[in-house]
């Protein structure tokens, strides 16, 4: 069964840090992108980042280059993504997903989610 599990949401403060973990089974981790999506309130969801996506490289959302770093420990399974100097507007449940597809950014691309984190940052 395949099973993505997010962690490390959270509340804090604008200008502050979180690390969210994606922690995957139930399939070869090493063959599939894996993606970061956040839906903030009364919006669409959005593509935040993956790796092993965008024709195998890395991929970032303008709204979040510079800040937000994702990374993948393929001993453990899981794909970090760490949020520095976050704002208001990066206040969302943020999923991560999974994809057989290289050049997956998109989230049509995606085969496999969890059931998301909430991240709330607020002064």
């Known amino acids: 069964e395949v099973q993505l599990v997010e962690s490390g949401g959270g509340l804090v403060q604008p200008g502050g840090s979180l690390r969210l973990s994606c922690a995957a089974s139930g399939f070869t981790f090493d063959d599939y992108a894996i993606g970061w999506f956040r839906q903030a309130p009364g919006k669409e969801r959005e593509e935040v980042s993956c790796?092993?996506?965008?024709?195998?490289?890395?991929y970032y959302a303008d709204s979040v280059k510079g800040r937000f770093t994702i990374s993948s420990d393929n001993a453990k399974n899981t794909v970090y993504l760490l949020m520095n100097s976050l704002k208001p507007e990066d206040t969302a449940v943020y999923y991560c997903?999974?994809?057989?597809?290289?050049?997956?950014?998109?989230?049509?691309?995606?085969?496999?989610w969890g059931q998301g984190t909430q991240v709330t940052v607020s002064s």
């Open positions: 790796v092993r996506c965008n024709d195998n490289s890395t």
């Open positions: 997903a999974a994809s057989r597809f290289p050049e997956a950014v998109f989230e049509a691309w995606y085969d496999y």
